[in-house]
């Protein structure tokens, strides 16, 4: 059955070129310059899909972004796709949604007869029993059968990419106001960059036949095309505004290769000193019975049809219209040879259209409308009631209920559209600074007249994005505009059986919105929540008007007291992929490498994620998995010399007359009496008294500091100082500078790395006298500086090496030769966070912003005397309170278990149940005492030293017996230190 | 023997005949803090205001703060022992990798990556911006007409690179 077909002439297609696509899997023709829309009505497919609730056979009702029936699955990996939106090119494959197994035959439409139960507010009213949490219970079954198209779980094989873009004067819509503000902006010599969604300029002209229209498109078109200022993009919808004029569109390519680097969809983040909005108007449906029959169909998109992709219906049309542009399509068709019957709910329709009418020979019904739509997959017969009864067979039936302007983006920017009840539609209800509207969007619709606004929006938008040289205005055709006159008319008072859909998409019917008002769902929000009316991939596009004036007339009030509903972005449908854009795979964050990356790489380094580095985790020669090599790499340390990569420690040039004054202030404990060439351990607190970050200082000048961070808080730190010193403290004279990317650093370990620097450094003096513990000492290698820091992370003899990052390779390579007589290694980062925990140091794991000072047992080096950041607030009752969470060591009893990270700890007598009385932080092998042992925090922290424990891991449902001991498991006297 | 080693030393050369991506490897860059009237007699004339960069004795000068300069010169360079003491100098040469990205394309890649009007009335030659790429902090210099050098954290420069030469892609001939 079908009830189109397409002309042998005529329309906008390239009959030159053949375009060959798939409707679910079957071979289909169609032309270049076809949607896929035009291409399915060409090839008879009248019943292209089924309804969300009911599975209602429907077919495309509209020509544009408006569709709510249409939709298919592309390409087989996005869904939802309006067919009216899709450009028909070679190999498309459209699949039809929510029908199985076919969408002529579909057995899910026994949902049509269970109607009853999918009622206005069926989920809150079904599944909201009988128990508390029925709703739990009952959701994803629920959320299984609903939705319409299924996304893929396949990875899109396509490109997205995004962009930034930049102009004068946005015109958002290339109909005929888009043209000519466009052009008006452009000829004054602005940047203008023009959006339309369509693929050809010139919106509701692409549908005209009067070739004064087309001379006077083709005209602007070619101007534009001209001029070097001005930017067009097609494909291109603008789907949401933001704040200082941001406005985001959406392009879609025509010819997209991921693998040659062509994106599908370009998201691009426009910015314009002034915005124009030519968005033109949406018609809108007329609500009747069984008004969503495949065949019904919105009548300028019938005219679409039929003067842009010469589809004609097969032999009868019937036009149903309270206004009179849909006179426009009736005429057309009757000229192009279709048997056009006419239903209008005016009485009184203009004497003009009645003659012409006349002369074509359309039969006419004044103050008549329709009473119901008979035709079980298509419409086959209507039944007229009003001032006429009568059944009109017809394979068409067109509607017009009056046209909406799309004022979606001028109400992004919170602007609330307002009633004009000379169109009996929304308009905006103003503009923001620098915007403006043009052409159908304000309400006027005649074509002479949108042209004089054109030219006037044109040139005030050009004049507040600076360019106020008069521009010379477009030309009208000169035509006479006719006036436009709507008697609205929102739903029928009564449907009978037929179900008379408001909107089509999410099957909401009159009966629905008479049940919401009646329930007490008046308010305009709660009835589109309540019915889940305009809650569907189209947004109700052409359906909120007509529920807010069936809202209004059962209210018994003004539309304009009724209110509207908000429009939000996007104006239509967007893939999630065109959002991510590149941020994806390799690039979804970028990462970081070490000055040493190669060097680790060609010592054969396995890698692992720690925040954005790529840190070195141990080595090939320590054995093949990261729980056997860092006992070897750990015991290499304690007994002989490793070196590791600690590039990625935070390094911050301190500089400035105020430095000293500057550090004594943010680190707890005293800086300002630091000796030149020394170093320090400092603790440096948040303003709320909680512990921020350790580090190192070092002094290398009178004025002059090297300020080490932990790797995970460096940019935090970086910023605090910054912050602090531009916005608390700016009378001091300091200078900071992150040196992270400049300096790379090597930490030189064990009892053997002074042996190791010598055979480094030869002509420098590193004996403990010339370089003790916490000593600095710069000394030159082929004419490169390069500090050593005597510094220990691990509890050992240690050194940090820091040099120029371009150095770093070659310095490391050269001390693992020189040293290698004395078994010199790298170490990985498993080894270097493991050593640490055997001599109690802590680290990111314990400094987790939750800690103070007296919690991690550093109480004691903070200055009693001097001010420091955060000491106000260190005193808090709540952070002097004695059973917090503090630093324990944990020593594991049972040797033939293991310790786990996160294990929450018990008293031996407790329950093991809750939140425990804290966890284990960091936890490793010790490769001196032979046992496992990790770090923690727990309630009274050293008070229970000694104490029995039990660690519980739920996970594993494991439980261990532990003891609480001292944090410092080597070395209490520090002989390694200072050896 | 010590030697300088680039951060892309082992990064896939890009190539294209519309497009060039490499790195400019070899140059000082000295960040000076101080009063343009006490370091410029040694610079030479300093940029007027923080965006605008100057060649001068084959340096480049950058102002990149009220009081803040960047001192962009060949590999070795001995102006920091020249420069008065009260100027608050740090070296920050092995800090940048410098990216150079040029050909008719360049300005729309950069475009797709940095929020900034790269129209050639707005971004001129002789103009810098200190903007993010790839979420990285990166100081863009535009030195010809469509030519660019990017100044990349070191660490983030193999990353930056990639991204860039991934965004290049649909312009590759």
Not at chain 1, 142 to 155: L, P, T
Not at chain 1, 225 to 250: C, H, K, P
Not at chain 1, 367 to 380: F, L, N, P, R, S
Not at chain 1, 427 to 434: D, E, Q
């Amino acid at each position: 059955m079908t009830a189109f077909r397409r002309l042998d002439k005529g329309g906008r297609i390239d009959r030159e070129k053949s375009v060959n696509f798939t409707y679910d899997g079957k071979s289909l023709g169609g032309f270049a310059g076809d949607t896929l829309a035009s291409a399915l009505l060409a090839n008879g497919k009248t019943l292209t899909s089924r309804s969300f609730k009911y599975h209602r056979p429907r077919g495309i009702m509209s020509a544009g972004v408006e569709e709510p029936n249409g939709l298919f699955a592309i390409n087989g990996n996005e869904p939802n796709i309006p067919a009216t939106t899709v450009d028909l090119v070679e190999g498309l494959a459209a699949q039809s949604q929510n029908a199985w197994p076919s969408v002529d035959f579909d057995l899910m439409a026994v949902n049509s007869f269970a109607a009853p139960l999918f009622q206005t507010g069926f989920y809150y009213k079904t599944f909201m029993g009988p128990f508390k949490k029925s709703w739990m219970f009952y959701e994803p079954f629920i959320r299984r059968a609903a939705g319409i198209g299924k996304g893929s779980c396949e990875k899109d094989p396509d490109r997205y990419e995004t962009a930034h873009e930049f102009c004068d004067v946005l015109v958002v819509g290339a109909g005929p106001a888009g043209l000519t503000t466009a052009l008006v902006a452009g000829r004054s010599g602005a940047r203008v960059v023009l959006v339309e969604q369509d693929l050809e300029l010139g919106g509701q002209l692409l549908s005209e036949t009067d070739r004064d229209f087309e001379m006077w498109r083709t005209t602007q078109v070619a101007e534009l095309r001209s001029l070097a200022n001005v930017t067009i993009r097609t494909r291109t919808t603008a789907q949401g505004l933001y704040d200082d004029n941001l406005v985001v569109l959406l392009q879609r390519h025509e010819n997209h290769d991921a693998a040659r680097g062509r994106p599908r969809q370009t998201l691009i983040s426009l910015r314009s000193k002034a915005i124009i909005f030519a968005t033109g108007a949406i018609e809108r449906p007329l609500v009747f019975p069984n008004n969503d029959r495949p065949g019904v169909m919105l009548a300028s998109a019938l005219r679409t049809y039929l003067n842009r992709f010469a589809i004609v219906p097969l032999k009868r049309a019937l036009i149903v219209t309270n206004n009179d542009t849909a006179y426009k399509t009736a005429f057309d068709l009757a000229e192009a040879g279709i048997a056009v019957t006419m239903a209008d709910h005016r009485n009184v329709i203009p004497s003009d259209l009645l003659s012409r009418a006349a002369m074509l020979g359309m039969a006419m019904f004044p103050g008549t409308g329709i009473a119901d739509v008979e035709g079980a997959k298509q419409v086959t017969r209507v039944q007229l009631a009003g001032n006429h009864s009568a059944t009109i067979e017809c394979d068409v039936l067109a509607m017009s209920g009056g046209w909406n302007p799309v004022v979606h983006l001028t109400s992004h920017s919170g602007i609330k559209p307002v009633y004009d009840d000379a169109i009996a539609a929304f308009v905006p209800g103003g503009y923001a600074k620098n915007h403006f509207g043009a052409g159908a969007v304000t309400g006027k619709f005649g074509f002479e007249s949108v042209i004089k606004d054109g030219n006037a929006a044109g040139a005030d938008a050009a004049k507040a994005a600076g360019f106020d040289k008069p521009a010379t205005p477009v030309a009208t055709i000169g035509a006479k505009d006719r006036a436009y006159k709507i008697s609205p008319h929102w739903a029928p008072k009564t449907t009978g059986k037929g179900k008379a859909f408001v909107d089509f998409q999410s099957d909401v019917t009159v009966k629905d919105i008479r049940t919401a008002h009646d329930e007490g769902y008046v308010a305009v929000e709660h009835l589109k929540r309540y019915t889940t009316l305009g809650m569907g991939t189209d947004q109700g596009k052409t359906s909120n008007i007509n529920a807010i004036g069936l809202m209004a007339e059962l209210r018994e009030m003004p539309i304009s007291q009724a209110g509207t509903t908000t429009f939000r972005p996007p104006y239509t449908g967007l893939a999630v992929g065109a959002i991510a854009g590149r941020t994806v795979g390799l690039h979804f964050r970028p990462y970081r490498l070490s000055p040493l990356h190669d060097a680790n790489k060609a010592h054969g380094a396995t890698f692992i994620e720690a925040g954005l580095w790529m840190r070195a985790w141990y080595y090939a020669w320590a054995g093949s998995t990261p729980e056997t090599a860092y006992i070897r790499e750990m015991e290499l340390v304690r007994n002989g010399v490793g070196i590791a990569d600690i590039s990625t420690l935070g390094k911050i040039d301190v500089q400035g007359p105020d430095a000293a004054e500057f550090l004594n202030r943010v680190y707890v404990n005293g800086f300002a009496k630091l000796p030149v060439g020394r170093a320090r351990y400092g603790v440096m607190l948040s303003d709320d008294g909680v512990v921020l970050d350790d580090g190192t200082t070092t002094r290398i000048a009178d004025i002059h500091y090297y300020t080490t961070t932990t790797t995970a808080q460096a940019g935090e730190v970086m910023s605090w100082f910054e912050y602090l010193l531009q916005t608390q403290w700016t009378d001091l004279k300091v200078h900071v500078t992150s040196l992270t990317d400049e300096w790379a650093g090597m930490a030189v370990s064990g009892p053997k790395s002074r042996e190791a620097l010598q055979l480094a450094f030869p002509d420098a003096d590193v004996s403990n006298e010339n370089l003790p513990y916490m000593g600095c000492l710069d000394v030159h290698l082929d004419g490169v500086r390069i500090r050593i820091l005597r510094l220990s992370f691990s509890g050992e003899l240690a050194y940090e090496v820091h040099v120029p990052a371009e150095y770093a390779g070659s310095l490391w390579e050269h001390v693992l030769k020189v040293a290698e007589p004395l078994g010199i290694r790298p170490y990985g980062l498993e080894a270097l966070a493991s050593l640490r925990i055997e001599k109690g140091h802590v680290a990111g794991l314990e400094l987790d912003h939750r800690n103070t000072l007296d919690d991690l047992g550093l109480g004691k080096i903070a200055g009693k005397e001097k001010s420091y950041v955060g000491k106000e607030l260190r005193f808090r009752e709540a952070l002097q309170a004695p059973d917090r969470w503090s630093l324990v060591g944990i020593e594991l009893m049972e040797p033939d278990k293991k310790l786990r990270g996160g294990s929450i700890l018990f008293s031996a007598g407790d329950e093991i149940k809750g939140h425990g009385r804290g966890y284990i932080t960091s936890v490793t092998w010790s490769t001196e005492l032979k046992k496992f042992i990790a770090l923690g925090l727990y309630q009274g922290g050293l008070k229970h030293e000694g104490e029995d424990i039990i660690c519980a891991f739920p996970l594993k449902n494991e439980q261990v017996k532990a003891r609480i001991v001292s944090p410092h498991f080597i070395d209490r006297e520090g002989a390694r230190l200072n050896a | 023997m010590l030697d300088r080693r680039s951060a892309l030393a082992s990064a896939k050369p890009y190539t294209s005949s519309v497009l060039q991506i490499g790195e400019a490897h070899g140059f000082s860059l000295l960040q000076v803090a101080g009063l343009a009237k006490a370091i410029s007699p040694i610079t030479g004339k300093l940029p007027v205001k923080v965006g605008l960069a100057v060649t001068s004795e084959g340096r480049t000068l950058m102002r990149t703060g009220p009081n803040q300069f960047w001192i962009i010169g060949p590999e070795v360079d001995d102006i920091e022992t020249k420069l008065p003491e009260i100027a608050i100098i740090t070296p920050l040469s092995h800090s940048r990798t410098r990216i150079v990205i040029e050909g008719e394309p360049a300005r729309n890649v950069l475009a797709k990556g940095v929020p900034l009007d790269f129209h050639h009335s707005a971004f001129k030659s002789g103009t810098f911006a200190m903007t993010g790429l790839h979420h990285t902090p990166v100081l863009v210099h535009c030195v010809g007409e469509n030519r660019f050098e990017i100044y990349a954290l070191r660490t983030f420069a193999v990353s930056v690179y990639e991204w860039l030469t991934d965004a290049a892609l649909e312009f590759a001939r």
